[in-house]
């Protein structure tokens, strides 16, 4: 695939949906779509992984860049079969290759919009040089917040996608439902599991314990409670 080709559906995918949802359908172009997928998901996710990573700086930035790509990919693939099952189950009409396609392309608007929120992140790293438990937490929490709204994005996304794709059939909803519950709670708590991203340390992984929504629900208290 050659670099025109791969702009051109990426171009695709972010203004032209009804195009993608239609071809999907159709199993029109999905390999193409797989390939732009993925490698738009890793070089996006890295990009903002790296910046994530510049608020401690050194090894980390480049830890960061890793993990990012992983948390998206890996979550994906998790819950993948969950909403397979479901939507044939309950009277979907996706095949696994079409449902797969389907997520990817998800995914990789996430993705794009994290690039857009990266200019934002990489502003207040850099114009709050301290290192503060103040600062670390609004990092946390503003990174928290910029992939909620690009994961209920790329959820919107595909929601529309089986809407157009199914036509009248309904019989998806309530698969699409428990889905995203699912994706939601295998993404956080994914994400708790490949911490840290704002310490230095020479550990890829911290140590398991606990959970994405304690440790967020301590950080706000200690944050609130001065």
Do not use: C
Not at 15 to 36: C, M, P, W
Not at 182 to 201: E, K, M
């Amino acid at each position: 695939m050659d670099q025109q080709v791969f702009f051109e559906t990426l171009s695709i995918f972010i203004r032209d949906r009804e195009t993608v949802y239609e071809n999907i359908k159709d199993e029109k172009n999905l390999k193409s779509y797989a390939i732009v997928a993925t490698v738009s998901t890793i070089v996006f996710g890295a990009l903002y992984g790296a910046v994530m990573g510049v608020y401690a700086g050194g090894v980390q930035i480049l830890f960061d860049a890793m993990k990012i790509p992983m948390l998206l990919l890996i979550a994906l693939f998790v819950s993948l079969p969950t909403y397979y099952v479901l939507n044939g189950i309950l009277g979907g009409e996706l095949s696994l290759r079409q449902m797969a396609v389907l997520f990817m392309v998800s995914v990789t608007v996430m993705a794009i919009m994290m690039i857009a929120f990266l200019p934002v992140t990489l502003f207040f790293t850099l114009t709050t040089p301290e290192r503060t438990f103040a600062t670390y937490a609004f990092t946390v929490l503003l990174n928290v917040l910029f992939f909620a709204l690009a994961g209920l994005t790329a959820v919107s996304y595909l929601l529309n996608g089986f809407s157009r794709i199914h036509g009248e059939n309904k019989r998806w909803v309530p698969a699409m439902m428990i889905g995203s519950l699912v994706l939601a709670f295998v993404g956080t708590q994914l994400a708790w599991v490949l911490r840290p991203y704002f310490h230095v340390s020479w550990v890829f992984l911290a140590p398991p314990s606990g959970n994405f929504y304690i440790a967020l629900f301590e950080l706000i208290v200690r944050l609130l409670g001065g």
